[in-house]
């Protein structure tokens, strides 16, 4: 964390705010676009200077930025690095920019071979980095509202944090302290498998109440026990290439960072 | 001890639920499991049940709960006392958890005067239910919590056609005023004591000693991390354990800003030993930052922590911590026979 700090609305004044989207769906600038009355109530105590999604204005005088995606392309990098120069605090957004999220996936295949099922023909003219990428792998990143999409009700609690000059906070316990919660029947009692033991909660364990299980979309918690978490998804019948592939649609990015953490282990 | 039929137990609960201003709750099945939630009528009663994903705990000690509120008017904060004092009739309490209740009374009453805790504690009805079903998991006959004599307000044991009902407490008497009973025969007083006794045989777990030697098994074993870490080398750090426990009581309490900052609530939810941040403190430093130390604790609390500060044991054998964990590292039960076995090889 920096020592980042934005005009809070206890100085008079309303911070400016700045909405920007790299590689991703948009899908957690529109939760933002989705509070509706809410939105009334947000624009009394920040300032929105650039919003493309949801308005033609556009500022480069701004004190916080949410940044929506991941890092695909050189074009993105410098882009980012503008932004972090022009903002005092940079929020990643979704679970893209937190930690490249669903783009990571196509970290582990073959670059060539993804541009052509992506882009067929075309995949030529293409000039993404084979490798998808958080904010945070190239800008200092001051805070993180995961999840795909976000939470409607965190991202106002982080701007709420900000303008009134606290820092916004996450939770780091699993997803299975609010399934237990609202006493959902266990995904592993239905003989399916849930990422929801490591994953990070504060979703009100939104899709196992809805009668799926967690796909690991907040990313894991700080401290994942995923080698006891592995020997689980074994005794529950599911093979080697099984279980990577259920940490793959989120994880790929943290899973290879915290090898490298720790010495090249996966 | 009263004898009420069948049908008339069933009229008083749907008398409760039409007349009595709280919400009647009870036992009922949900999916492949069963849960304490609100009776539309006294037909979705499932009292012959083996146990329920959570305690009634949730009733007197919500999940989450407003303690207060804020607003700020010119310099002055005013605040308001927010939780909700309401109470509810419980139908289907088995003795565990009528003892966890218990347990949870003597801390958050006698000891905190937790006042959120005391007003719903106090407003509400438990109507216990004599076990039917024994849970794979549960070795209440072991902590000795299979079957109680005090805790409830009434105690029902089903007889067939009708039930035996015990009074526990004054109110229990006046629930049932305007209902038909008649005084049990003493076959009948028999039968139920005969049910009590059988009881025991259908427990597959048993805890090898008897509970009030844990306290000295657990201080004896605080240093031996290797039999710890062991079981944290297994254990997700989850805190299901925790969740699901009923006499589990922490809490923690966050303060939520409205956004222009002048105005908010302050609320509390249920916290666990097990879960990293619990024991973080200022400074950002973790008094547990293992998971061996935050295992170890869970099970020092239960046996010999809570023992020396309130009289109890704190583990009532129901058995949910098996059952919810996924790693199946949580078993009090297995956990304490082999301390106990380690010690005495």
Redesign the interface.
């Known amino acids: 964390m920096s020592d980042a700090s934005a005009p809070s609305v206890s100085d008079g004044r309303r911070p400016r705010v700045a909405f920007f989207d790299f590689t991703g769906c948009e899908g957690d600038q529109l939760q933002v676009i989705n509070l509706e009355d809410r939105l009334l109530d947000l624009v009394e105590v920040v300032e929105v200077v650039s919003f493309r999604e949801a308005m033609t204005e556009h500022g480069d005088d701004y004190e916080i930025a949410f940044v929506e995606g991941g890092v695909a392309t050189a074009h993105d990098e410098r882009r980012l690095t503008r932004i972090r120069e022009n903002a005092d605090i940079v929020v990643a957004l979704g679970s893209c920019a937190a930690f490249a999220g669903i783009n990571a996936l196509r970290n582990d295949q073959e670059f060539e071979t993804v541009k052509e099922r992506v882009y067929g023909e075309d995949s030529d003219s293409i000039t993404s980095y084979p490798i998808a990428r958080p904010i945070d792998d190239v800008i200092e990143v001051d805070y993180e509202i995961p999840g795909c999409p976000i939470d409607r009700e965190e991202f106002v609690g982080a701007v709420t944090a900000l303008v009134n000059g606290a820092e916004p906070s996450i939770p780091n316990y699993p997803v299975c302290v609010e399934c237990k919660f609202e006493e959902n029947t266990c995904a592993f009692e239905r003989g399916e498998t849930c990422l929801g033991p490591i994953t990070r909660g504060g979703c009100s364990a939104t899709c196992v109440s809805a009668g799926t299980h967690c796909w690991g979309c907040r990313g894991m918690v700080d401290d994942p026990n995923e080698g006891a978490y592995t020997d689980v998804l074994e005794d529950h019948g599911l093979t080697t290439e099984e279980i990577i592939e259920e940490y793959q649609l989120y994880w790929n990015w943290q899973r290879d960072s915290r090898a490298v953490a720790d010495g090249g282990n996966r | 001890m009263k004898v009420i039929d069948r049908s008339d137990l069933d009229a008083l609960i749907e008398e409760l639920i039409a007349s009595d201003p709280r919400d009647v709750v009870g036992v009922q099945e ?4 069963y ?1 304490f939630d609100h009776l539309e009528s006294a037909d979705e009663l499932t009292l012959d049940y083996d146990l329920t ?2 305690s009634p705990k949730k009733y007197v000690m919500p ?2 709960e407003t303690l207060l509120t804020y607003d700020r008017t010119d310099d002055e904060y005013e605040m308001r006392a927010e939780a909700d004092p309401t109470g509810h009739i419980v139908v289907g309490v088995h003795p565990y958890d009528l003892a966890a209740i218990e347990h949870l009374d003597k801390i958050f009453i006698d000891t905190l005067q937790d006042e959120p805790y005391r007003r719903k504690r106090e407003n509400s009805v438990l109507i216990g239910v004599t076990m039917q079903d024994v849970a794979d998991n549960c070795f209440a006959a072991s902590m000795g919590t299979a079957t109680v004599d005090s805790g409830y307000d009434l105690m029902v044991t089903d007889l067939g056609d009708t039930f035996a009902v015990d009074i526990g407490t004054f109110e229990g008497d006046r629930l049932l005023e305007s209902t038909k009973t008649r005084n049990a025969t003493a076959e009948e007083i028999e039968r139920v004591a005969e049910i009590e006794a059988d009881l025991k045989d259908g427990f597959d777990r048993e805890l090898a000693f008897p509970p009030a030697e844990l306290p000295t098994l657990l201080e004896a074993s605080y240093d031996d991390m290797d039999f710890w870490e062991d079981y944290a ?8 354990c925790n ?2 426990c009923p006499t589990c009581f922490c809490f923690s309490v966050d303060m ?6 002048d105005s908010g609530r302050q609320e509390r939810r ?1 916290d ?1 030993c097990l ?3 619990f024991a973080t403190v200022a400074q950002g430093e973790n008094f547990r930052e293992e ?1 061996a130390q935050r295992h170890r604790h869970r099970f020092m609390r239960k046996g010999w922590y809570i023992y020396e500060r309130y009289g109890d044991v704190a583990c009532v054998g129901c058995g949910r911590c098996t059952r ?1 964990c ?2 199946d590292v949580a078993d009090p039960c297995e956990v304490y026979n082999e301390l106990r076995e380690a010690q005495h090889a």
């Open positions: 949900d999916g492949e499991q849960v994903a959570l999940q989450r080398e297994q254990c997700l750090s989850c805190g299901t969740v699901v939520v800003r409205d956004l222009d900052g249920w666990g879960l990293e941040d998971v919810h996924v790693a």
